[in-house]
């Protein structure tokens, strides 16, 4: 059997009630056989990026524990999305769950429907903030240095955020 790997997934909603959306993913992706979710960050509302003509979302970070393969737990989480009602219509756009691999253990994937790390984290506040809550010393496989980090060389510009009590 395949050693199990660390993976951090990104979790964001703001269409309904985007906390449930959001609480609803997190148990759904804790079903996902040969997945085990070991913490959840903190939940973050957070001011859209791109296209902002729309609702603040609510993001945070799974940190899970997997011996699927990468191509594999795309699928199990894009069955997630799906079962919740994903549509794809606006990029940046609403929408009522979105889950992203941010990293998985060290590896690189560069495909044309996948890629690790996720290329647009260190760019996001929304992303690398409850990241930091659950990993800041992880280090970016390609950049060589860590979450906290990157964190610290992002502007906080349009990409307000607000914890969630």
């Not at 393969?69 to 999305?81: G, M, R, S, T, W």
């Amino acid at each position: 059997m395949k050693k199990l790997e660390n993976v951090f997934l990104s979790i964001g909603s703001n269409l309904g009630n985007a906390l449930r959306n959001c609480e609803s993913a997190v148990q759904r992706i804790a079903d996902v056989e040969h997945f085990e979710v070991v913490e959840v960050s903190p939940w973050y509302r957070t001011e859209p990026v791109g296209f902002k003509k729309q609702p603040w979302f609510v993001n945070g970070v799974i940190w899970g524990v997997t011996n699927l393969e990468p191509v594999k737990l795309l699928e199990a989480i894009q069955a997630v999305e799906n079962s919740m009602g994903r549509e794809r219509t606006i990029k940046w756009g609403p929408r009522t769950i979105d889950i992203d691999i941010l990293f998985y253990g060290n590896k690189r994937v560069n495909m044309e429907n996948l890629v690790i790390p996720h290329p647009e984290l260190h760019k996001r506040r929304f992303v690398l903030v409850p990241l930091c809550d659950l990993a800041p010393h992880w280090i970016h496989p390609e950049f060589g240095v860590s979450v906290k980090e990157l964190l610290a060389g992002v502007s906080p510009d349009g990409q307000d955020l607000k914890r969630i009590e």
